[in-house]
């Protein structure tokens, strides 16, 4: 038999991990107290400058190489996986330049910059006007090969990047 009344909920455990909190940003270090009260407002507008740039390279590539109706959509392809592949050397050379790496590169280039050059949502539409266009085929294809080729990419250039980084040491 349930009991009658609300049923108790219980609380998230603020510290899932058994330690400290953890901060969402790897370069900040919540124990630091100056580091714990940074205002956000250096790390938004790097984001937001760094998305600006990032958004006008795609636009202006997809201007200069346009895909017709129902054509493979190589442009929007091509820049994400680029794209994928400048993210994992960037990742790995911010981690091997450890604290000496300016606080702001990663929002700026990382998320700024090559998060507004990557693009789902032109992903998405490419693939919806494919379908509107009746081209299944090569719908499925842009989404198969998009995944492998931006997951490879990202993959190969963190390893290789890896092996440079190694070798200067």
Do not use: K
Not at 11 to 35: F, R, S, T
Not at 39 to 52: D, E
Not at 80 to 99: K, Q, T
Request: net charge negative.
């Amino acid at each position: 038999m349930i009991p009658p009344g609300p049923v108790p909920v219980p609380e998230p455990d603020p510290e899932p991990h058994g330690g400290a909190a953890e901060a969402i940003d790897p370069d900040v270090d919540l124990h630091v107290p100056a580091q714990r009260a940074e205002p956000q407002g250096r790390v938004l507008t790097a984001v937001a400058a760094g998305g600006a740039v990032g958004a006008s390279a795609r636009y202006g590539i997809s201007l200069l190489w346009p895909a017709g109706p129902g054509a493979f959509p190589w442009a929007t392809f091509w820049i994400n996986v680029a794209g994928c592949a400048l993210i994992g050397v960037l990742m790995v050379l911010i981690s091997a330049g450890g604290r000496a790496t300016h606080p702001l590169v990663r929002p700026f280039a990382g998320v700024g910059v090559l998060g507004g050059f990557t693009t789902f949502s032109t992903y998405a539409l490419d693939l919806s006007r494919l379908l509107d266009d009746g081209e299944a085929g090569t719908a499925l294809a842009y989404a198969g090969l998009t995944a492998a080729a931006a997951l490879g990419a990202v993959w190969a250039a963190a390893s290789l990047t890896r092996l440079a980084v190694r070798g200067r040491r």
